[in-house]
């Protein structure tokens, strides 16, 4: 046991419950069978004991029931609802201007809302810790997922004018446009980060208040998968009703295989990410957007000459499915691959310790 706590005595003292201690152990790959050779029952006994051998100038030793559960604020509440309320401020501009006026306002609306949304990220449930996510990886995440709401916004309709010659122009938004533009789930999708923020926090409040609860790490894993998926399920009701509100606002269609299998995605992504695993989100997210830019990469090369078998697979799917076939199976294929990861590593305590294990 004194090996043991010399070991990792900066975890034991770093610790201000022995949760923390638990989770860190856990992380480190102790399992309640290693517990066992310290003729402790599970990792919380083993922990435990070692936050008792700790030094601690006389505090007194926090009690299960103390475990710090993430607080709401009024700022990241504030924070995930200015991306739905200015979202929907530039579609209005949108659709009262035209021309070089228009050009204007999408230009410094896409401009806005990424600035908020970014703000949104970095307060709250959303927010990763500092100094978790190196530049390259975080930076790379976010130009995928720009890369795939831009295809949600103007995708489907480019699949739709290649076939026919196009694009003859870029598109204007305006209801006649061969080359149509998804505005619905583009705004459900901004009006779902609060719902994104408000799940991600009753999985981090609910994880914490199983941590007290459990007798083992198996028994935790055991509770903490039905939060995972119900807290999942929940937002993509919440998503599904602000595609249909959307949907019947602005008179489109919602597309909800393309906007529910990329909201899905984005939230599974943004949870590893909050939750100290990183690298996985990004070569997924990034595989995701990759493949919807092959499909017109592809039928655009199929028109030079001796190159039509290029465009075969992607007109075959989308001829058979329709074009929304192509981003529900990019990124639905992504979102399961994610969820699959995330219900082997969310799971887990150490997913969830204050200051968790960075990949």
Do not use: N
């Amino acid at each position: 046991m004194k090996a043991l706590l010399h070991r990792h005595r900066d975890l034991c003292e770093r610790a201000v419950d022995p949760l923390e201690i638990a989770a860190g152990l856990e992380a480190l790959g102790i399992t309640d069978r290693t517990a066992a050779r310290f003729r402790h029952r599970d990792v919380f006994s083993l922990a435990e004991e070692l936050y008792a051998r700790v030094p601690r100038d006389g505090a007194s030793r926090p009690h299960h029931e103390s475990v710090r559960v993430p607080r709401l604020g009024a700022d990241w509440i504030l924070l995930t609802l200015l991306p739905g309320a200015l979202g929907a401020a530039v579609l209005t501009g949108l659709r009262l201007t035209d021309g070089q006026v228009r050009l204007a306002v999408a230009l410094g609306g896409l401009l806005a809302v990424g600035l908020v949304v970014r703000a949104a990220l970095r307060r709250g449930p959303l927010a990763a810790e500092p100094g978790t996510s190196p530049w390259r990886t975080g930076t790379a995440a976010r130009a995928w997922t720009v890369c795939l709401l831009g295809y949600a916004l103007l995708g489907d309709g480019l699949l739709r004018v290649i076939p026919a010659g196009g694009p003859d122009a870029l598109p204007t938004g305006a209801p006649d446009d061969p080359w149509t533009v998804a505005f619905a789930p583009v705004l459900a999708l901004t009006l779902a980060c609060a719902p994104a923020a408000w799940c991600a926090h009753l999985l981090a409040a609910g994880a914490r208040r199983r941590l007290v609860g459990s007798h083992g790490l198996e028994d935790f894993t055991s509770a903490a998968r039905p939060l995972l998926l119900g807290t999942f399920a929940l937002f993509l009701g919440a998503l599904t009703a602000l595609l249909a509100l959307c949907g019947a606002a602005l008179h489109e269609d919602a597309h909800y295989p393309q906007a529910l299998t990329l909201g899905a995605l984005l939230l599974l992504a943004r949870l590893l990410t909050v939750h100290h695993h990183r690298h996985a989100p990004a070569l997924v997210i990034g595989a995701a957007a990759a493949t919807e830019a092959a499909a017109p990469a592809l039928l655009l090369a199929g028109r030079l000459p001796g190159c039509a078998f290029l465009a075969a697979p992607v007109r075959t799917l989308v001829d058979a499915w329709g074009t929304a076939s192509v981003p529900a199976l990019a990124c639905g294929t992504a979102a399961l691959t994610l969820l699959v990861h995330a219900l082997r590593t969310l799971t887990r305590a150490s997913a969830h310790a204050p200051t968790g294990v960075p990949e």
